[in-house]
């Protein structure tokens, strides 16, 4: 049975990413009336608002990071706050926010799950596999190396986030929907074993049979932490964001995707990122966001 309570934090920054707006996510979501369309499936949904860190000072990368100061600010809060939700028995939903913060977020899961003996499952769903490192990225944007940071393999104030090093494992991950990866980053994902369905996958198989591969061996025990990059969308249905990469889910795959994970009642914790309302067309993005969050938890056509 998945948790009725539900806690909204956001989290208005770009800091890690290669495009300004992201920090602009957080507010088009509750524009396309998020709380309240979660309220209405019976659930107890309070918005917590938004937290506070730096601007993003634009500068270019140093010793291959970009705003690694800036970057670990906000994560800092970003952990504390998500940290506190699940110990107060709450689900928290991260409205991002650039895809960095998954290592704030993502840190305190697993921190929870460590304190409550719960076994850690995260669904990464994404274009792009967020596996750099400092040699590896083209660009020094560390929304492209959370799942690496994660792992224990980035700079030491992030990777020591949490307080435990490392927070987690390539073994928790499932990565669906990838289908962009840097050159170097290649190697590392092979290397670290990181389990992923990328759309070639998801072409020879479908979404149906990629879903429970990647939800086998759940179990009551299990915390499911879903980090929802809205760039795992085709860019013909989700424009909205940042870094577009064509070949993405359908509609309906993407709906697929979100029930049968609906269907395990283990979600436990939620992030929406990379939303950028600049790329946007009328809110469309968010919309469509919303909408599949409401699948997340539990929205179907007929009665199950
Ligand atoms: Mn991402």
């Known amino acids: ?25 957080p507010e088009a979501l509750r524009v396309a009336n998020l709380a309240a369309k979660l309220t209405r499936r019976g659930l107890d949904v309070v918005d917590r608002g938004n937290l506070q860190g730096p601007l993003n000072p634009w500068q270019p990368p140093v010793n291959g990071y970009r705003h ?6 906000w994560n800092q809060a970003v952990h504390e706050a998500i940290y506190a939700e699940l110990a107060d028995g709450r689900l928290p939903i991260m409205l991002g926010g650039d895809h960095c913060l998954a290592i704030g977020s993502i840190s305190a899961v697993a921190r929870h799950c460590r304190d409550t003996g719960k076994t850690l499952r995260v669904l990464w769903l994404d274009a792009h596999a967020d596996f750099n490192t400092a040699e590896a990225t ?119 995707c979100m029930e049968m994970i609906a269907d395990t009642g283990r979600v436990g914790s939620l ?13 469309q993005t968010a919309r469509l966001a919303v909408d599949l969050v409401e699948s997340l938890f539990g929205k179907s056509t007929l009665i199950r």
């Open 68 to 73: 690694l100061p800036e970057v670990v600010a």
């Open 138 to 256: 083209p660009s020094g944007n560390i929304h492209g190396m959370p799942v690496a940071c994660l792992c224990g393999n980035g700079p030491k104030e992030l990777i020591e986030l949490g307080g435990y090093v490392p927070a987690t494992s390539p073994a928790v991950f499932r990565q669906i929907g990838i289908r962009s990866v840097d050159e170097g980053e290649k190697r590392l994902v092979r290397e670290s074993q990181v389990s992923i369905f990328d759309m070639r996958h998801i072409d020879e198989v479908g979404m149906k049979r990629t879903m429970e591969e990647a939800l086998a061996g759940i179990d009551e025990n299990t915390h499911l932490h879903i980090s929802f990059d809205v760039d795992f969308l085709d860019p013909s249905i989700a424009p909205g964001v940042g870094t577009t990469v064509r070949g993405g889910p359908n509609y309906r795959e993407a709906q697929l």
């Open 271 to 283: 992030d929406i990122v990379e939303l950028n309302p600049a790329f946007d067309k009328k809110n």
């Open 1 to 25: 049975m998945v948790n009725k309570a539900l806690s909204l934090i956001g989290v208005p920054t770009d800091i890690g990413a290669g495009h300004r707006g992201a920090s602009m996510g």
